[in-house]
Every structure is written in structure tokens, then in C-alpha cells.
């Protein structure tokens, strides 16, 4: 009963989001306000009964109930709870209610954000909202029912796909698509000032959280992929330029450089039409990441789900939103004025150059992705694009970026002075180039560009530092008035510095990836593997059942430079509904570096056993925290908290100076 | 049938957990090895999505990475190694695909894009007139403006 309640509600809600769609827009064509505002009560209703939808198939997945045949075939009742739980969107249905739910959910908060957005504005991006939902419910009710009965329903349900139980890929996913679905807003946002013809510094400062909060999710949800992939899959490799990996990491890139465009909008009213591009371009590689990873058309390393009749409906629904969107903006963009002016040495325009960097580098990723389907489509030929295209192309597009940042960022609005910029981080770059040259000497003979890398990491934390030092110390003297200076700095001063650090740290746990070393033997008990600074040795090897699962659980003593540490455990499972294997590195951690450790088959009567000192490997998730930290302190700056009245007053001036 | 065989070596690999090379495959001499690595890592997989031979452990990977091994161990540059397994499998056994006509686009798009980009602001930047139209406030306007925003800006 549960079960039909669940999909009746998905249907209701279905119904709900047309209306949401399209009653609106009438409203809006003919300037009536009553019929406006029914997107925010059709928004709230519409979320209600998503989420009820999504409560009665959690329920079904917490009961074990496989008369569904979503349950019969992603759980086992011999599960743990939690991974029951989180079954639910470890496949292709359960995902995409997700990805609907978490879309309404965000209708709804527009909705219920009531005085802070222009009426019209809010109008048009909650039909926009209405009409992506439409088009993921009748996607998931016409292809990809997760409340489709089985009968007789089986006594056991087929397990779990065993490298999905695993408590980081299980929340990686709503990670992601709440920083996919985030950019929905934007896009919503963007179509509605298409729509509406005007676009002003409100648009920026409405739009702004939204973009940040996306953000922050999709970097955590790929950071959080990496770190997966480099504990559970078993060779220490974090990133692989794999086709579901960009599909994730385009929209990010996207997104990093529509947050500075919209700072650009707001502060300056200018980069208009840039912004609207860069917004609906965002959701559109979001729609692709999507169509990538749920279509199955480039299968790849973890490409789980894949149909591909559900393809081509993605994919039609990938052309009527990238497609009616762009045509849009076509017709409208050139309504939009542009404003503001800013000198070619300015904040303003490090920001541009910012963006074109970025927008290259996602390109390139872009490319490097779909060529080989768009090649072997055209001509036949097949080619094989791997992380050796990336390294050659993407790195040198990043790393000039990346060298100019600190000096962009401490560039003044507006009307900068190049030479006092350079000369505030020249500190900070000596420091770091400082750091590298003493790098190289001390490890000579190892690699030289490493070091530089990590030169330019650290050159991206003290520029962070150093920008922020001298803002607090600026026009203050003791430290009374240095606190208070701090303490009035924008949050999102303070954000900025915090994600550009974040930037660095990650760069500097990429770098020293270069003096990690690995080991590769066959061991009995009793005998030794090093690598780098650390040396294990085989205690024993037994076996251990799991809930689901049986383990083969090799101990090992562990050795750092000589020193016993705690033992060690790596282990081998497999899981017995699937009779499907999995590998349970051991991992330990001291300080920022870890020792690795990961079994392979047995070898006679020896068993293979890889050993990694990965140095400084930490870092490289750190960094990507910092980041989401930084973004999360720039949500908080009072600006977004403010009142909306006053603001619109304070925003009908031209172009606001400074 | 070559489909079966693809879905079988999938199966195949997934069946044995991830551990690429094997003890028994590695050679005594550690230079040799390490070339033998990295030229492993940028040779394709070709029954496995987007791995490299050094990452995978389907079976075909492991006869390629043992014929790698055979061929340096022979004395071959890594050069030749390369090129005699692009002899046997093509073009589309490597990670990173060789310059070509058709991979002209590939090679040349982001640094087209780049310079596209680049040229597209810079004629932007001078078609605008200058930042002297809107004269700067004084430090005193400056003051009254911070007040009456109630706001600090950096």
C-alpha cells in the first residue's frame, strides 16, 4: 500500500509541476500577479509530494519489502540498515528520485524565500524550475519507475552492487546532485531574466547563494568521489579523467567561473550577457553529466546504470533545455544593456581573465570527453583520449591561471595598480619560489617539477594569507584595532581567501603525489615489503564473515623509518549474494601522508601484496574542504542576509560606487 | 560475438579485485620495470573502459603488459615498444592519441579556444571608453557613502 501511495504521489506531483510551469508563464504574459504567484504554492505542494514519494520507497528499502523490484534488485535483507538506506539511490531509479526530490526541494525554498526576489523574476524561475521537473518525473514515471511490483515477490532481494556499500559513495551522490540540481536554480534564474527582458545587480545578489551553495555541494560530492575511488578501488589512483569524473568536474569548473562572472554583475553591473550564458551553459553540463553517467553512452570504470532507451529520453530532454535555452538567449540577450565600466587593470578584469581561463579549461575537458564519440560517429575511427591528453592540455591552461590569481585578487575594484599588486605578493612569492628552490636541492636527483608545483601551491596559500594580513592590518594600528578590522572584513573576504588557500593546499597534495613510492611482492608470514618510509611485514592471514560478506583479513605489522607503528588490516571480500569481490585497502594515516596497503590474489602460497607510502596525499581532500569552507563563509556574508527593500532601494542607484 | 567478448572480458575483470600487476610479472631490474610502468600507463586497456593496461587487471591487459616487458627486456627503446603495439592494435590503444588530421581539432581546440577567448576580450577592452567617463569620488564623498551604506568594502 505504501508502495502505490509513493507512486501516486509521484504522479500527483507530476501533475503539480506542469501546473507550476506553465500557469505562471500565463500569468506573466498577461501581467496578471494572482496568476503569477501560483508557482510558489505549486512548488511547496509539488516538494510535499515528492518527498512523500521518496519517504514510501525508503520505507520499502528499510522493510526489505522485494515484492518492489527496485528493493529485490539493490537490496538484501542481510544488509546493515544504513546501507539499506542508502540503497536507495545506488542505482538508476532511486537516484533519479532523488534528483527530483532535491530539485523540488529547492523550488520550494524559492518559494518560501518570499521578499527577497523581484516578483516577476521569481515568476519566471519557478515555471523554469516547474518545467525541469516536469521533465524528470515524466522521465522517471514513463522509464524509470522505482514503485514497479513484482509478483510473486521473490524471499531475497539480489544485493546491493557490493562496491556501493561503502559509507562514502554512500552519501557522494546526494553530495552531487545537490550541486548538479543547485545550478537548476541558476538556470531557472537565467531564463527568467531572459524572459523578462531586464537584468540588473539584483539578479546577481538573488542569484549568488544559490550558485555558491552548489558549488560548495559539488565540491565536496568530488571530493568525496576521489577520496572513493582512491580507498575502495584499490590501486591509490584518485583521479582518472574518467568519463563520469568530467562529467562531474565540467559543471564544476562551469560554476567556478559563473561565480565570479556574478561577482563581477553585482559589484559592477557589467559581464551580462556573459553571466546568463555562463549560468544556462552550467545546468547544461550538469544535464550532460547526468546524461553521461545515467545513459551509459561512454561506459566507463563506474558506469553502473546503464539502458539505452532511458538514454535517448535524457537525451531529448538534454536538447530541450540546452536547446530552448540558448535559443532563448539568442532572442533576448541583445535586450540586455550592458552597465558598468571598469579599467583594463582592475579586479573586474582579473575576473574576466578568470573566466576565460576557466571557460577554456572546461572546454578542453568538454572536448577531450565527447571527441572520441563525436570521431568514431563522423568518421568511424576509434581513438582513445586518457589522462595523458589531460596532463598535456588542461594543466597548461590551469597553471597561468592559477599563477596570476593571488595577483588578481589583490587587485583593487574597478581601477587597479598592476604594480602595487605585484609588489603586495612579491612576499609571498618569494617565500614560495623560496620553498621550491630548496625543494629541488634537497631532493636532487628526484623530480624538478614537483617542486615548482609545490612552490606555486604554496604561493596560493601565502598569497591568501597575505592579501587577507594586509586588508586587517591596512588602516589599523595595535592590535584593538587589527581584531576589529578583522572582524568587520566581509565574510566573503574571507570566504575568497579561505577557497583560493583551498586551491593551493590541493595543488601542493597533487604535487608531492610525485615523491610517492610503491612496492609489489609476494608475501608469507613473516616476510617484508617497503616502499618509501614504510616497510610491512605479513603477520597472518584468516578469514572473517561480515553481515553480507566474507572477508579474507591479512595483518600486517607496520614499519615508518623504523619505527613500529600499530598493525595494519587490508582485506578481501566477497559478497555472497553477488559472488562479487571487493578490496578493503589498509590505510594509515600519520600526520597528512598515508601508508597503503591492498591485497591481491595469492600466489602459490604466497599472497600479492601492494604497499604505497603516499605522502602528503591528504592534502589533496583538504584543500577541497577548504575550498567548500571558504564557499560556505562567503553563503554567510551579511549581504545575503539582509533585507530585501531596503536593498532593492539601495540597488535602483546606477552603477553603485565605491 | 565480439560483443560477447567484450562483456565476458568485463566480467572477467571485474571478478579479480583491482590489483594491476602481479608480483610474478615484475622484472628484476628496477630501471627497466620503471619504464616498463610508464609505458604501461599510457597504453589502453582494450577490453576495459578508459584504464590503462597498468591499472587493469583483465587478462588481455596482462598479456599486453607482459609483452611490454618481453620487448624492453629484448632491448627495444621505449619508442619501439610503443610503436609495435600501435602495430598490432592501432591507434586507439593509446591514452593519448596521436596528432593527426583527425585529431587536428582535439589537439588544437583548447589552445584555439584560449586565444579566441583572449582576442574576443581584448577588442572588447578597447572598444569601451575608458574608466574616465565616471570620475572617482573623493576621500570625503567616499566616507559619507560608506556611512550611509552602513558597509564595509574592501
Redesign the interface.
Known amino acids: 500500500m505504501i508502495v502505490e501511495i509513493g507512486h501516486y504521489a509521484l504522479a500527483l506531483a507530476l501533475g503539480v509541476s506542469i501546473i507550476q510551469a506553465l500557469v505562471p508563464l500565463w500569468g506573466l504574459s498577461r501581467h496578471d500577479r494572482a496568476l503569477a504567484s501560483v508557482g510558489a504554492s505549486a512548488a511547496l505542494v509539488s516538494f510535499a509530494l515528492v518527498a512523500l514519494s521518496f519517504a514510501a520507497l525508503v520505507a520499502s528499502y528499510a522493510r526489505s519489502d522485494f515484492s518492489v523490484a527496485n528493493v529485490y534488485a539493490n537490496s538484501h535483507s542481510a544488509q546493515p540498515l544504513i546501507y539499506k538506506l542508502t540503497s536507495v539511490w545506488g542505482n538508476h531509479e532511486g537516484s533519479l528520485l532523488l534528483w527530483v526530490l532535491i530539485l523540488t526541494l529547492f523550488g520550494a525554498l524559492v518559494a518560501l524565500s518570499r521578499n527577497s526576489l523581484p516578483p516577476r523574476l521569481r515568476a519566471g524561475a519557478l515555471a523554469t524550475q516547474g518545467l525541469v521537473a516536469t521533465a524528470f518525473l515524466a522521465f522517471t514515471l514513463l522509464t524509470s519507475n522505482p514503485f514497479q511490483r513484482l509478483s510473486p515477490a521473490p524471499a531475497e532481494g539480489q544485493d546491493l552492487n557490493p562496491i556501493l556499500q561503502d559509507l562514502g559513495l554512500a552519501i557522494h551522490p546526494p553530495l552531487l546532485y545537490i550541486g548538479y540540481v543547485g545550478f537548476s536554480m541558476t538556470y531557472a534564474f537565467a531564463v527568467a531574466a531572459l524572459i523578462d527582458g531586464r537584468i540588473d545587480a539584483m539578479w546577481a545578489r538573488a542569484v549568488r547563494p544559490w550558485t555558491l551553495l552548489a558549488w560548495i555541494f559539488l565540491t565536496l560530492g568530488i571530493a568525496m568521489g576521489s577520496y572513493w575511488a582512491y580507498y575502495e578501488l584499490g590501486w591509490g589512483g584518485w583521479w582518472f579523467w574518467d568519463p563520469v569524473e568530467n562529467a562531474s568536474f565540467m559543471p564544476w569548473l562551469a560554476g567556478t567561473a559563473l561565480l565570479h562572472s556574478i561577482v563581477v554583475m553585482e559589484k559592477r553591473d557589467a559581464l551580462k550577457v556573459w553571466t546568463i550564458l555562463l549560468a544556462i551553459l552550467t545546468f547544461s553540463l550538469s544535464l550532460l553529466g547526468t546524461f553521461i553517467v545515467r545513459s551509459g553512452v561512454l561506459t566507463s570504470v563506474h558506469s553502473f546504470a546503464s539502458d539505452p532507451a532511458r538514454g535517448l529520453f535524457i537525451l531529448l530532454i538534454l536538447m530541450a533545455f540546452v536547446g530552448g535555452s540558448l535559443a532563448l538567449f539568442a532572442w533576448r540577450a541583445p535586450l540586455l544593456r550592458q552597465g558598468g565600466l571598469f579599467a583594463p587593470v582592475s579586479r573586474e578584469s582579473a575576473l574576466v581573465v578568470n573566466n576565460v581561463f576557466l571557460a577554456t579549461a572546461c572546454a578542453t575537458v568538454f572536448i577531450g570527453t565527447l571527441y572520441p564519440l563525436a570521431l568514431e560517429m563522423v568518421t568511424g575511427d576509434k581513438i582513445s583520449v586518457g589522462a595523458p591528453f589531460f596532463d598535456a592540455t588542461f594543466v597548461p591552461i590551469m597553471v597561468p591561471l592559477l599563477l596570476i590569481l593571488p595577483i588578481g585578487q589583490s587587485l583593487a575594484w574597478k581601477r587597479g595598480d598592476l604594480l602595487g599588486a605585484a609588489q603586495r605578493n612579491a612576499a609571498a612569492f618569494g617565500l614560495a619560489l623560496l620553498a621550491a628552490l630548496a625543494l629541488i636541492a634537497f631532493t636532487r636527483g628526484g623530480p624538478v617539477l614537483a617542486p615548482l608545483a609545490v612552490g606555486l601551491g604554496l604561493f596560493l596559500v601565502l598569497g591568501a594569507g597575505f592579501d587577507l594580513g594586509e586588508r586587517i592590518a591596512a588602516r589599523a594600528s595595535g592590535w584593538p584595532a587589527m581584531f576589529s578590522r578583522a572582524k568587520g572584513l566581509p565574510r566573503s573576504a574571507w570566504g575568497t581567501a579561505f577557497a583560493h588557500a583551498g586551491v593551493g593546499l590541493s595543488i601542493i597534495g597533487i604535487a608531492a603525489s610525485a615523491w610517492s613510492s610503491e612496492a609489489i611482492g609476494t608475501l608469507k608470514p613473516g616476510e617484508k615489503l617497503t616502499a618509501g618510509r614504510y616497510t610491512i611485514v605479513l603477520e597472518s592471514v584468516s578469514l572473517r564473515n561480515g553481515p553480507n560478506f566474507r572477508a579474507d583479513v591479512a595483518r600486517f605489522q607496520l614499519f615508518a623509518d623504523g619505527r613500529e607503528l600499530a598493525p595494519l588490516e587490508a582485506s578481501k571480500r566477497v559478497y555472497t549474494a553477488r559472488a562479487m569481490p571487493t578490496t578493503e585497502a589498509g590505510i594509515r594515516t600519520q600526520w597528512l601522508s598515508q601508508a597503503y596497503v591492498s591485497l591481491g590474489e595469492a600466489q602459490g602460497d604466497g599472497l600479492a601484496v601492494r604497499l604505497y607510502d603516499k605522502p602528503m596525499i591528504l592534502l589533496i581532500w583538504i584543500g577541497s574542504l577548504v575550498m567548500a569552507f571558504g564557499g560556505a563563509l562567503s553563503l554567510t556574508d551579511r549581504r545575503f542576509r539582509l533585507a530585501a527593500p531596503r536593498r532593492a532601494a539601495a540597488m535602483a542607484a546606477p552603477a553603485p560606487a565605491e | 560475438m565480439r560483443r560477447i567478448l567484450a562483456i565476458l572480458s568485463l566480467i572477467l575483470a571485474?571478478?579479480?579485485?583491482?590489483?594491476?600487476?602481479?608480483?610474478?610479472e615484475?622484472l628484476k631490474d628496477p630501471a627497466l620495470e620503471q619504464r616498463a610502468r610508464a609505458i604501461s600507463?599510457?597504453l589502453?586497456c582494450l577490453v576495459?573502459?578508459?584504464?590503462?593496461i597498468d591499472?587493469s587487471n583483465a587478462p588481455l591487459a596482462r598479456d599486453l603488459r607482459v609483452l611490454v616487458r618481453e620487448r624492453l627486456v629484448a632491448g627495444d627503446s621505449d619508442r619501439a615498444v610503443t610503436d609495435f603495439v600501435v602495430q598490432r592494435y592501432?591507434?586507439?590503444?593509446?591514452?593519448?592519441?596521436p596528432f593527426n588530421a583527425?585529431?587536428a581539432?582535439?589537439?588544437g581546440?583548447?589552445f584555439l579556444?584560449?586565444a579566441a577567448?583572449?582576442l574576443f576580450?581584448w577588442r572588447r577592452?578597447r572598444r569601451?571608453?575608458?574608466?574616465t567617463?565616471?570620475a572617482?569620488?573623493t576621500e570625503e564623498?567616499?566616507r559619507r557613502?560608506e556611512a550611509v551604506?552602513g558597509?564595509?568594502?574592501?
Do not use: Y
Open positions: 571485474m571478478s579479480a579485485p583491482a590489483n594491476a600487476v602481479q608480483p610474478d615484475v600507463s599510457g589502453r576495459c573502459q578508459n584504464q590503462s591499472d592501432g591507434d586507439f590503444v593509446l591514452l593519448k592519441p583527425h585529431t581539432i582535439l589537439w581546440a583548447p579556444i584560449l577567448g583572449a576580450v577592452g569601451l571608453p575608458g574608466p567617463t565616471a572617482a569620488l564623498e567616499r557613502l551604506l558597509e564595509e568594502r574592501p
